[in-house]
């Protein structure tokens, strides 16, 4: 037999949980990487995913189709602020336009991680930084580059980046590391990046086609990848011309041989210590201010190693589960 008042308690309780869905409404994690949809970024959203799984998280996951759209980023970080979350895993596609917005998340309280970039604004107990190690990855691209031109020879570099921090790393660090391993090799081309891959196709067929003899090209990311990638399939003239890229898009033509080698960001890793950071930074706990992921070969030897194949596994994830 039931108590008396029982009933009538659990109704107010019921109807007060209707009302205001404490009782119910799962934390929301809002994670906004630079695009969705490629190997890249897929990796990075199951590293988050592995880590908040079980968690009572919910993860809102969005992001532009178009790489180079800030304002759009800004507009889905500004309604995820919207949402009351519980934290923000962000990749900004432009550091002097989206700073701004990461000072406001810490005005409010909102615990965040920045990955792939750094802004600029110091790691305090709600802000930390997880990104690829861009020394490593220069120093990386520049030993490829030796081994290919046995030491000796002109490349150019494309995609260069002006609006990231992570890019302008890159390169220096490029830079440094080929001129202490390989001071017989000398950069005679530069060229900023493009806003799409068509874009840098034509500065990669500029370069090619200009009067600068070029032994390779080294591709700072991968639409610049991508864009070499298609210059040189478009000639015949040049298509033994290597190419030595940045992140992990074209797996394919890495296989072919079409080009030599990636140097890809474990963005499995960086999303999984950035969700972890971001659950102890909602509770308060202090978190390393900046953490560097070592960077990963991709090569026609190496494509298939377990450590690359831990990469794609985003397709086998059993994704309704979460």
């Known amino acids: 037999m039931s108590k008396p008042g029982l009933f009538p308690l659990c109704i107010v309780c019921l109807f007060f949980s209707a009302i205001?869905?404490?009782?119910?409404?799962?934390?929301?994690?809002?994670?906004?990487?630079?695009?969705?949809?490629?190997?890249?970024?897929?990796?990075l959203h199951l590293g988050v995913a592995e880590v908040a799984r079980g968690s009572g998280f919910h993860i809102y996951w969005n992001a532009p189709s178009d790489e180079a759209d800030p304002e759009k980023q800004l507009n889905?970080?500004?309604?995820?602020?919207?949402?009351?979350?519980?934290?923000?895993?962000?990749a900004p596609n432009d550091i002097l336009?989206?700073?701004?917005?990461?000072?406001?998340?810490e005005t409010k309280h909102i615990p965040a991680v920045i990955v792939d970039d750094e802004l600029g604004p110091l790691p305090g107990p709600l802000l930390s930084y997880v990104t690829s190690d861009e020394q490593a990855s220069g120093d990386l691209a520049a030993q490829q580059v030796a081994t290919i031109l046995r030491g000796h020879g002109a490349i150019a570099i494309?995609?260069?980046?002006?609006?990231?921090?992570?890019?302008?790393?890159?390169?220096?660090?490029?830079?440094s590391a080929l001129s202490r391993r390989a001071p017989g090799i000398h950069i005679v081309e530069r060229r900023f990046k493009g806003s799409m891959v068509a874009l840098e196709q034509k500065?990669?067929?500029?370069?090619?086609?200009?009067?600068?003899?070029?032994?390779?090209?080294?591709?700072?990311?991968?639409?610049?990848t991508r864009g070499a990638l298609y210059a040189k399939l478009a000639s015949d003239s040049h298509?033994?011309?290597?190419?030595?890229?940045?992140?992990?898009?074209?797996?394919?033509p890495i296989q072919a041989g079409a080009i030599?080698?990636?140097?890809?960001?474990?963005?499995?890793?960086?999303?999984?210590i950035a969700m972890k950071n971001l659950e102890a930074e909602m509770r308060g706990e202090k978190v390393s201010g900046t953490t560097k992921v070592p960077?990963?070969?991709?090569?026609?030897?190496?494509?298939?190693?377990?450590?690359?194949?831990?990469?794609?596994?985003?397709?086998?994830y059993r994704w309704s589960d979460q």
Do not use: K, Y
């Open 239 to 252: 298509a033994s011309i290597p190419i030595v890229g940045f992140d992990q898009e074209s797996l394919i």
């Open 158 to 175: 494309i995609g260069i980046s002006g609006t990231l921090e992570s890019g302008a790393s890159r390169e220096s660090s490029f830079e």
């Open 295 to 316: 960077p990963i070969l991709l090569t026609r030897q190496t494509i298939h190693s377990p450590n690359v194949a831990r990469l794609w596994e985003f397709s086998q």
């Open 20 to 43: 205001t869905g404490c009782s119910s409404r799962q934390p929301t994690i809002i994670v906004i990487p630079r695009t969705t949809a490629t190997p890249l970024w897929e990796s």
């Open 76 to 90: 889905l970080l500004a309604a995820g602020e919207n949402q009351h979350p519980g934290g923000v895993i962000f």
């Open 203 to 224: 500065f990669a067929q500029e370069v090619l086609d200009g009067p600068n003899h070029i032994d390779a090209i080294v591709a700072l990311s991968d639409m610049a």
């Open 260 to 272: 030599n080698a990636v140097i890809a960001q474990d963005t499995r890793t960086i999303g999984q």
């Open 97 to 105: 336009a989206l700073r701004s917005a990461v000072l406001q998340l």
